[in-house]
């Protein structure tokens, strides 16, 4: 593992710590957990959260794809975010995916296509809408979950991976958060540098054609799935919104973009994962307002 990968675990550990300290599961909300979507106990587990007041109604579902520099995070670091969903009327899937440098790419987006067949496998059991289905992700979340719609709906950047997507998904809309989607663009500080990170996720440590094949920009076609396009002023991705939203318009990809902060409420990068800031709570709202318009 890099000093910087190193770096990124302990710091955001401390920095979740934090934030979520005192945090407990809302009374109003159903929870099921420690799911097995895969064959690794460990890394391919997942919770399913419902609010209490929709007991035997199908709800629409949204698949949350965590951040954390491919390298840091798992389903409880994001539990408090994706219950905030699930209070406003979803079915929310939370999982932890297998991560760098114990694997490397493409394993984040295997197991993200691991979570939607298992979505589609037990909308019986848990009472899934599967006509209404989808996914938020932020930061390195944010490339992956990109990634996987471009795979979703460009069957030519699908060829490049082993696994098929499933045959009866579509993902109605989806909300790209301080993602990281042109990783050669981002502006990184000295302790914190993405092609560091690149050398312990791609397998062959970065090399021009991996870093093109993670470039979600190069793949969006017309047949990307509405996003809700969001960053901060205090985000230091928050040039990457500007790329993405400039190829969304080029290909006529209906997008709302929302920028949250000024200069004098320098909001941080994944500012909504924190339940207690009350800007993070008016983007999850917004977010989920808008998935509902395609309800």
């Known amino acids: 593992m890099s000093a910087v990968s190193d770096f990124v675990r302990k710091s955001f550990k401390e920095g979740d710590d934090i934030r979520d300290a005192g945090l407990t599961t809302p ?8 799911i097995l979507y895969g064959t690794d106990p460990k890394w391919q587990i997942l919770d399913l959260y419902r609010p209490k007041n929709k007991e035997g109604k199908k709800l629409p579902v949204i698949v949350s794809v ?7 995070g798992d389903k409880e670091r994001y539990q408090y975010y994706c219950m905030s969903l699930a209070q406003r009327g979803f079915a929310v899937v939370n999982f932890t995916y297998r991560l760098a440098p114990e694997f490397k790419y493409p394993a984040p987006l295997e ?12 909308e019986a059991e848990y009472g899934l809408d599967t006509r209404h289905i989808f996914a938020v ?52 500080s000295s302790d914190n540098h993405p092609l560091d990170l690149m050398a312990d ?27 809700f396009l969001m960053t901060s002023s205090g985000d230091f991705l928050k040039e990457q919104a500007l790329l993405m939203a400039s190829v969304l318009t080029k290909h006529n990809v209906p997008f709302l973009y929302r920028f949250y902060g000024n200069s004098q409420n320098l909001l941080p990068h994944v500012f909504h994962c924190d339940m207690r ?19």
């Open 66 to 72: 965590h951040g954390g520099g491919w390298v840091y």
């Open 137 to 188: 992700g932020d930061s390195a979340g944010g490339n992956t979950l990109g990634l996987y719609c471009a795979i979703c709906t460009n069957p030519e950047y699908a060829s490049n991976y082993s696994f098929q997507v499933p045959q009866d998904l579509v993902l109605q809309a989806v909300s790209l958060n301080c993602g990281d989607y042109v990783v050669e663009a981002a502006q990184p």
């Open 27 to 34: 009374e109003d909300i159903v929870r099921y957990d420690d």
């Open 201 to 227: 996720y791609l397998p062959g440590k970065g090399t021009k054609k991996e870093m093109d094949l993670i470039n979600v920009t190069a793949y969006i076609t017309e047949d990307f799935p509405p996003v």
């Open 111 to 122: 197991d993200t296509n691991l979570v939607f067949s298992w979505v589609l496998e037990h």
């Open 277 to 295: 800031s009350e800007a993070g709570k008016q983007c999850n709202q917004d977010e989920c307002d808008f998935f509902l318009k395609f309800c």
